[in-house]
């Protein structure tokens, strides 16, 4: 049989071992936890440029060229001047 001292120090041993297991495992989770958020931080922010810069473009194909307006629920909607606009365009 083993001395009381050496079970002593076994279970000791043991006993830290397993408490530092636990708290080195919550130590990694936390920083795992920190780099999923600062990722999908990020990765808003890109989606976020990507739809603002895709806004822009689709503003700037709407704009007219012309400066006819072919909205027709625009108050500043003038069908003579859009119907002249085609006619030159198509000719």
């Known amino acids: 049989m083993a001395s009381p001292t050496v079970n002593v120090v076994r279970y000791t041993a043991l006993l830290t071992g397993v408490f530092y297991g636990i708290v080195h495992r919550r130590t990694l989770q936390k920083q795992h936890d920190e780099e999923r958020l600062q990722h999908a931080i990020h990765e808003r922010e890109h989606l976020v440029g990507q739809a603002k810069e ?9 704009k007219p060229k012309s400066g006819v307006i072919t ?11 859009l119907v002249a606009t085609w006619e030159r365009e198509s000719s």
């Open 54 to 62: 895709a806004f822009k473009k689709k503003q700037e194909e709407a």
């Open 71 to 81: 909205n027709p629920e625009d108050p500043k909607f003038d069908l003579e001047k």
